[in-house]
């Protein structure tokens, strides 16, 4: 089952394409300054509903700033934090891994102790603890989530490294003087890749939604930035009366967990046929 015969996935991507679209271009596509005040314009609903209007496609907030505009450039911080956060944990975490597997013994031992004793404290309150103890950032929060997110691809690279380190070309290298480092780089790595890549896909979901969270609760990005998750904040408090305020950044945040958990899945489907189940 390849991704392109899955047309789920496709749409998934054709989401994404969107978004890092959206992310990029955000400077051409937004109708107005995401930051732009215009309090004779206040709560003005989407330009489909009565008093609505063209300028203003979904609406404005209770300080008159264009909600399209604000959910455009909020998704350059949720990419920019799901990337990076995705990144360092994945570097941290294959590396973690690959020593564990491959050298056994007490480095393993110490690592996975390590990995089970943050796994027993809840992600987003070790996330809430970091971020409170450092300080809100953009930085901040993307060190933050990428130190909670290694454990993940420690545990499954350390996995995949315990089966192939047995393998006939592992132990013919050995043989040949091939040093430990480059057994690891060469014929180790090349074979973690695809699952590395799926836990990756999966993990920037995990941290855009762990961002927004953060975001929420006034501890993530600080607040002249745009993001979704202090959109969401700002509209609550106007669900009955204005409901687009809120709505509309957390459809946005929805579909882009929804699009790349998707992607994920058939990310995992390709690389492990045998787990597919029609």
Request: with cysteine; charged share 15%; glycine share 10%.
């Amino acid at each position: 089952m390849t991704v392109v015969r899955n047309r789920l996935a496709l749409a998934a991507l054709g989401v994404l394409a969107l978004l890092v679209i959206a992310a990029v271009f955000s400077p051409l596509l937004a109708p107005d300054d995401p930051a732009k005040q215009q309090l004779l314009a206040r709560l003005t609903p989407p330009a489909w509903e009565g008093g609505g209007s063209l300028a203003h496609p979904l609406g404005t907030d209770q300080l008159g700033r264009d909600v399209l505009s604000r959910v455009i450039y909020g998704s350059r911080v949720s990419l920019l934090v799901g990337i990076g956060a995705a990144l360092l944990a994945g570097v941290v975490g294959a590396l973690c891994g690959l020593f564990a597997g491959f050298r056994g013994g007490w480095p393993d031992r110490i690592l996975m102790r390590f990995a089970d004793i943050q796994l027993a404290f809840p992600s987003l309150l070790l996330a809430l603890a970091i971020v409170g103890f450092l300080g809100s950032g953009l930085w901040n929060v993307v060190l933050v989530l990428g130190f909670t997110g290694w454990v993940a691809y420690a545990r499954v690279v350390r996995s995949e490294v315990l089966s192939l380190r047995t393998r006939d070309y592992v132990t013919q290298a050995r043989a040949t003087g091939v040093t430990d480092l480059t057994i690891m780089r060469r014929h180790l790595l090349p074979n973690v890749l695809p699952h590395l890549a799926t836990i990756a896909t999966l993990h920037i979901a995990a941290a855009i939604v762990a961002e927004a969270s953060l975001s929420y609760l006034g501890l993530g990005v600080p607040k002249e930035t745009v993001t979704w998750g202090s959109m969401l904040a700002d509209g609550q408090l106007y669900l009955g009366t204005s409901w687009w305020v809120a709505v509309f950044p957390g459809l946005a945040l929805m579909l882009t967990s929804l699009a790349i958990n998707i992607t994920g899945d058939a990310l995992r489907d390709v690389a492990d046929p045998k787990a597919y189940r029609r």
